[in-house]
């Protein structure tokens, strides 16, 4: 008989959770698995996940944002659709879902436990699984409120009976928590399917870029402060002057060109503009499909401030690309350093600039560093791995 595995997210808009959602729900075998998903509003989680056969369970009121009256709203409409569905995995996703599911599922347990006294009816005892996508506690905020976060995320993992953590990051801040068993917690690394890029000079064509260009650099991110843009901008500046003074020999002939969107995008382009480097850095804005594009660059930059395990390094890995990125959060898991990419202090434009002369002045290191990134893709982070550790865990 097919378990049923539901799956719970907050938002339906596309974003590294919701690419692992629809990734394992279109993966998992329907002779074994009865899957559905249940998402908050509406957006291309839902969209794809429509076309590609999977029932969808709306959940109103959830929204990231958070409001007390609409929590206890959505609490309360998790419970009738746990009560519902009846699942057998209840598979939570994101912090804010995570911590509603569980105590949901918890309640509901209790209750069908008490109302199931004398009478025959099976007991239903789902097993409830969270998959941490990023800690919402590393998040810089307020130190009272960050602590209501860190209590918040606890009880979701106190409450639930296995959590997936994507990153070692991740994985040795889980295992301090108080009053946790360290087995509670696995350990399963982010894998992804091997993208389909369109060649190099392709690619550039579509980016309006020279195909005789040689260095790029370039990144795909939502333009926001966790991106740490900003930094880039600083470190761009920084290599230019340096190659215009004789320091870097590696800076002389690079462009950069970033694709994405988002609240921060004009900020961004003012202070592109300011610095007076419209000449050297390439606003693409968002761009669908941006992945199979990567192929156009010689380098990959990833200044964030803040990552759980980025499905775009693995796709620029996938690439080939050598990448030049933060040591935060599971960049670190990624990222060898000097092996497939340079790891650099967050915030910081020097080290920005120093990492991609390295690597743009020597082509025999972009080179190996671009087929060790090919190597631990394929070898190390591989979907299949991912989904055979997933499926483990739902056996157990």
Do not use: C
């Amino acid at each position: 008989m097919a378990k049923r595995v539901l799956y719970v997210i907050t938002k339906s808009n596309w974003g590294g959770a919701q690419r692992y959602v629809y990734d394992l729900t279109t993966s998992l075998q329907r002779e074994n698995y009865e899957v559905a998903v249940a998402v908050g509003g509406h957006g291309l989680l839902a969209e794809n996940l429509k076309l590609a056969g999977v029932r969808i369970v709306g959940i109103p009121h959830l929204e990231r944002d958070i409001n007390f009256l609409k929590e206890m709203f959505s609490t309360i409409y998790l419970w009738k659709i746990f009560k519902d569905e009846r699942p057998d995995i209840i598979h939570l996703n994101s912090s804010k879902v995570g911590g509603l599911g569980a105590l949901a599922a918890k309640a509901l347990k209790l209750w069908d436990r008490w109302d199931r006294k004398g009478t025959e009816r099976t007991e239903w005892n789902p097993r409830v699984i969270f998959t941490v996508h990023g800690w919402a506690f590393n998040e810089r905020r307020n130190f009272i409120f960050q602590g209501v976060i860190y209590f918040l995320q606890w009880f979701t993992a106190f409450l639930s009976d296995r959590i997936i953590i994507l990153s070692r990051h991740d994985y040795r801040q889980a295992i301090e928590m108080p009053l946790i068993e360290n087995e509670k917690f696995a350990l399963l690394s982010l894998g992804i399917k091997m993208p389909e890029f369109l060649p190099a000079e392709k690619a550039r064509e579509f980016l309006k870029i020279d195909v005789k260009q040689k260095n790029i650099i370039g990144t795909i991110a939502e333009f926001t402060k966790n991106k740490g843009l900003e930094y880039l901008i600083g470190g761009i500046k920084k290599l230019k002057a340096s190659a215009e003074d004789g320091s870097a020999s590696g800076g002389k002939n690079f462009k950069t060109i970033i694709i994405g969107n988002g609240e921060d995008f004009e900020k961004i382009k003012k202070e592109i503009d300011d610095k007076k480097l419209q000449d050297d850095i390439i606003l693409a804005g968002f761009v669908m499909g941006a992945s199979k594009y990567l192929k156009a660059f010689d380098i990959f930059i990833l200044p964030s401030l803040k990552e759980g395990l980025p499905y775009v390094i693995l796709e620029a890995m996938n690439a080939g690309l050598p990448i030049v990125a933060s040591s935060v959060g599971g960049l670190t898991d990624l990222i060898e350093n000097e092996k497939n990419g340079i790891l650099v202090p967050p915030k910081n434009p020097d080290e920005i600039a120093k990492a991609l002369n390295l690597v743009i002045k020597s082509r025999a290191t972009r080179e190996k560093m671009g087929l060790r990134s090919l190597e631990l893709a394929t070898q190390k982070f591989s979907f299949d791995k991912m989904l055979s550790g997933t499926i483990d865990i739902y056996n157990m």
